[in-house]
T-cell receptor, first 111, second 114 residues
Framework: GQSLEQPSEVTAVEGAIVQINCTYQ??????LSWYQQHDGGAPTFLSY????GLEETGRFSSFLSRSDSYGYLLLQELQMKDSASYFC????????????FGDGTTLTVKP | EAQVTQNPRYLITVTGKKLTVTCSQN?????MSWYRQDPGLGLRQIYY???????DKGDVPEGYKVSRKEKRNFPLILESPSPNQTSLYFC?????????????FGQGTRLTVV
């Protein structure tokens, strides 16, 4: 089985940097993905890490440490529009069709 | 435009009345999947399909059926809906192989069973 843990809520101010952590337990591991979801809308893909290290995409970066079963999403220069829920997700190595999502972190950006 | 289309977006139905939520993608993706999302929870996988005529259970398949007769469509069927199936449902698709990590999601179907 697979399980992921992430904080339920994070609050930060506009222009700041925030880190959303995700720890996972899996029987096999393809990589860690991150998705953003605004107010019950369609989740949208943000980033993916298959190997250890940092992946950068504009203001968003994602980090993975496979030895620690840990990853994080880093959001820089926060904007009000970044207020949303963020989910980490893993795919099952033994069964590529199965995906497991964390319960999500609600980020609130304040002026 | 690449997209995943779900219909209907909103549905209120009564217990026991069979319903189908449709999902269609125009990206020629082999992989499609259904999720449900309940308040405060992440997306839980209901069923997935690796290709035409190939489907398998996710983590919460009870009370649901799916079919994959053609590549673009992956309908979700509730034969006898119950109030505990009131939820927000998402369909998603993804390209083949391990390198295709980005899943594309539909806009969601908000189902209420009374």
């Amino acid at each position: 089985g697979q399980s992921l843990e992430q904080p339920s809520e994070v609050t930060a101010v506009e222009g700041a940097i925030v880190q959303i952590n995700c720890t996972y337990q899996t029987s096999g591991f393809y990589g860690l993905s991150w998705y953003q979801q605004h107010d019950g809308g369609a989740p949208t893909f943000l980033s993916y890490n298959a190997l250890d290290g940092l992946e950068e995409t504009g203001r968003f970066s994602s980090f993975l440490s496979r030895s620690d079963s840990y990853g994080y999403l880093l959001l820089q220069e926060l904007q009000m529009k970044d207020s949303a829920s963020y989910f980490c997700a893993v795919r099952d190595m033994l069964n590529a069709g199965k995906s497991t999502f964390g319960d999500g972190t609600t980020l609130t950006v304040k002026p | 435009e690449a997209q995943v289309t779900q219909n209907p977006r909103y549905l209120i139905t009564v217990t026991g009345k069979k319903l189908t939520v449709t999902c269609s993608q125009n990206m020629n993706h082999e992989y499609m999947s259904w999720y449900r999302q309940d308040p405060g929870l992440g997306l839980r996988q209901i069923y997935y399909s690796m290709n035409v005529e190939v489907t398998d259970k996710g983590d919460v398949p009870e009370g649901y059926k799916v079919s994959r007769k053609e590549k673009r469509n992956f309908p979700l069927i509730l034969e006898s809906p119950s109030p505990n199936q009131t939820s927000l449902y998402f369909c998603a698709s993804r390209g083949p192989g391990t390198k295709n990590t980005e899943a594309f999601f539909g806009q969601g179907t908000r189902l209420t069973v009374v």
